[in-house]
């Protein structure tokens, strides 16, 4: 079946320090690759997707890029904000499968 | 601005008592969702739908059941409520195919007592 692992939280950082979240998947075929972001009492929200090999996501300074040849899809930002503190979630939905599969999640704190 | 609303944010009921959560979304989507989230166990999901009066079971649907006789509204009822149901409800839809991300409602927090 389809899974996905996500670094485990949680994650700890000073502002304007280096993010790395990582995501492995397994799946058949070619999923679609998700970050979905949810802010302390708020539902999630798309952070940014990609749909092919190679493809790489961004949104609001932060990137992932699909690689299949590792089957990963690791969130990366440059310098944090304490705006970031957040749970990040990793998640794909494969080709006919009308449900989506998550990660469990990892807690972002930025610290100022 | 496209939306998933759910029509309360924050619920007390009394163990047995029914419990009906409502979702509405103004997209056309036809995949609807109801997950729950509790920590440390991450989204799980209950319920789904692909259209209009038709229903799927996810990985937890005991318990609980659902409505869908309108495509924008899919509702999740709790017929008996139980104390190990106190949780966060998530609401979300996506368009078909599988490119197009969830979204989701602003989530129900519901406790039982």
């Known amino acids: 079946g389809n899974s996905v692992t996500q670094m485990e939280g949680p994650v700890t950082l000073s502002e304007e320090a280096f993010l790395t979240i990582n995501c492995t998947y397994t799946?058949?075929?070619?999923?679609?690759l998700f970050w979905y972001v949810q802010y302390p009492g708020e539902g999630l929200q798309l952070l940014l997707k990609a749909t092919k090999a190679d493809d790489k996501g961004s949104n609001k300074g932060f990137e992932a890029t699909y690689r299949k040849e590792t089957t990963s899809f690791h969130l990366e930002k440059g310098s944090v904000q304490v705006s970031d503190s957040a749970v990040y979630f990793c998640?794909?939905?494969?080709?006919?499968?009308?449900?989506?599969?998550f990660g469990d999640g990892t807690t972002l704190t930025v610290k100022p | 601005d496209v939306k998933v609303t759910q029509s309360s944010r924050y619920l007390v009921k009394r163990t047995g008592e029914k419990v009906f959560l409502e979702c509405v979304q103004d997209?056309?989507?036809?995949?609807m969702f109801w997950y729950r989230q509790d920590p440390g166990l991450g989204l799980r999901l209950i319920y789904f739908s692909y259209d209009v009066k038709m229903k799927e079971k996810g990985d937890i649907p005991e318990g609980y059941s659902v409505s869908r006789e309108k495509k924008e509204r899919f509702s999740l009822i709790l017929e008996s409520a139980s104390t190990n149901q106190t949780s966060m409800y998530l609401c979300a839809s996506h368009p078909p195919g599988r490119t197009g991300e969830l979204f989701f409602g602003e989530g129900s927090r519901l406790t039982v007592l």
């Open positions: 998640a794909l939905r494969a080709p006919n499968a009308g449900k989506s599969t």
């Open positions: 997209m056309d989507h036809e995949n």
């Open positions: 799946a058949t075929g070619y999923p679609s």
